[in-house]
């Protein structure tokens, strides 16, 4: 996600964005070109990552289910964090305005299940990871390594995807249409 939005923001300080502008396409493939580059880019990590683990003996009891969750939980997560850093450069246009980003994505992830389990926390950190759709994510990122694939583990990473990339693509554009009425 970082990678759309560091790209964008390059072109932007660089000048070749408003050269883009003067494409004759509509205004929303200038967002979404770049967010197509990322969701795709998270595969190759994902993939590498996947395969080494398999061939090193990790267990998926989830099967291809689990592996399908993993995916869409890798390209939700670029897409989310490549629409909020869009959001930022967008209103910033400067590739100094992503160091804000990166905050936001280690609170996201700091205050999540990512580096503890949710049994292992205690006072507000256990309640921010249990508000944290993050969370959501890591669980249906995880499910196919833990056990078998559930309706009831996918749907809240699904709509957390859904809700996070929708609000922050919606900010993120309306921020392009300041730059270009």
């Not at 609000?167 to 730059?179: C, K, T, V």
């Amino acid at each position: 996600g970082m990678g759309a939005a560091g790209g964008t923001a390059t072109d932007i300080e660089g000048g070749f964005f408003d050269r883009l502008l003067l494409a004759p396409c509509r205004r929303p493939i200038l967002m979404l070109g770049p967010l197509g580059y990322s969701a795709l880019r998270s595969l190759i990590p994902t993939t590498l990552v996947l395969l080494l683990s398999i061939a090193l003996g990790a267990d998926m009891p989830g099967g291809v289910l689990g592996v399908v969750c993993l995916y869409v939980a890798a390209v939700g997560v670029a897409l989310l964090f490549g629409t909020l850093g869009l959001a930022f450069v967008y209103t910033f246009r400067s590739l100094k305005s992503l160091s804000l980003v990166q905050i936001f994505i280690f609170a996201f992830m700091f205050l999540s299940i990512g580096q503890v389990p949710l049994a292992l926390q205690s006072g507000w950190l256990q309640r921010a990871a249990r508000l944290n759709p993050m969370t959501n994510i890591m669980r249906l990122s995880r499910q196919g390594f833990l056990g078998d694939v559930t309706w009831h583990g996918t749907w809240p990473g699904l709509v957390a995807i859904a809700a996070l990339a929708g609000g922050f693509g919606a900010i993120a554009y309306r921020q392009l249409r300041r730059i270009v009425p």
